[in-house]
T-cell receptor, first 113, second 111 residues
């Protein structure tokens, strides 16, 4: 079964702690993306990667970090510097960044208290 | 910078009705437009992708149209069913940018 997996589905952390969200895809896609979704708002791009060992900041990268050591994996770390980390985080992938169809994972809901 | 809006924000219709969801964008130099469905607490499911050279795409009861010059796209759902209840989002891709998403339209189809 091809697709994108995100784990865990729910994540709870105390303020001041870093937390890493997992994203794995077996679609053989080159490009991967991280989005944040807040109630009543559209998705906002955090980071994206077009190729292994390379990634670019999106619109709201402050307080987040990523790595792309393998084609299949694109983990997102929410650092303690992120002022309002509680949100729904969505990972996506596509064959390329030139406007190819995006496929999404099931999401991770992060709650920081 | 591209901005995407969707009207209405919420829509409630009785089962069996045909309905239209609207998506507007400010920069017409798009490469493509994608419609998604999102169920509560879930990820996005791709419904239709329209390339800039296309005017419409169809999948089952869904038909999406694109008018680049006016900066508009519509998603037509025929014979709506309670299972169609979800939030529908559109996203556009501009040259040199990434996908920009609209805020979505929350659809409720009443039995």
């Amino acid at each position: 079964d091809g697709g994108i997996t995100q784990s865990p589905k729910y994540l709870f952390r105390k303020e001041g702690q870093n937390v890493t969200l997992s994203c794995e895809q077996n679609l053989n896609h080159d490009a991967m993306y991280w989005y944040r979704q807040d109630p009543g708002q559209g998705l906002r791009l955090i980071y994206y990667s077009q190729i292994v060992n390379d990634f670019q900041k999106g619109d709201i990268a402050e307080g987040y970090s990523v790595s792309r050591e393998k084609k299949e994996s694109f983990p997102l770390t929410v650092t303690s510097a992120q002022k309002n980390p509680t949100a729904f985080y969505l990972c996506a992938s596509s064959f390329g960044t030139e406007a190819n169809e995006q496929y999404f994972g099931p999401g991770t809901r992060l709650t920081v208290t | 910078k591209q901005e995407v809006t969707q009207i209405p924000a919420a829509l409630s219709v009785p089962e069996g009705e045909n309905l239209v969801l609207n998506c507007s964008f400010t920069d017409s130099a798009i490469y493509n437009l994608q419609w998604f469905r999102q169920d509560p607490g879930k990820g996005l499911t791709s419904l239709l992708l329209i390339q800039s050279s296309q005017r419409e795409q169809t999948s089952g009861r869904l038909n999406a149209s694109l008018d680049k010059s006016s900066g508009r796209s519509t998603l037509y759902i025929a014979a709506s069913q309670p299972g169609d209840s979800a939030t529908y989002l559109c996203a556009v891709w501009n040259y040199g940018q990434n996908f920009v998403f609209g805020p979505g339209t929350r659809l409720s189809v009443l039995p």
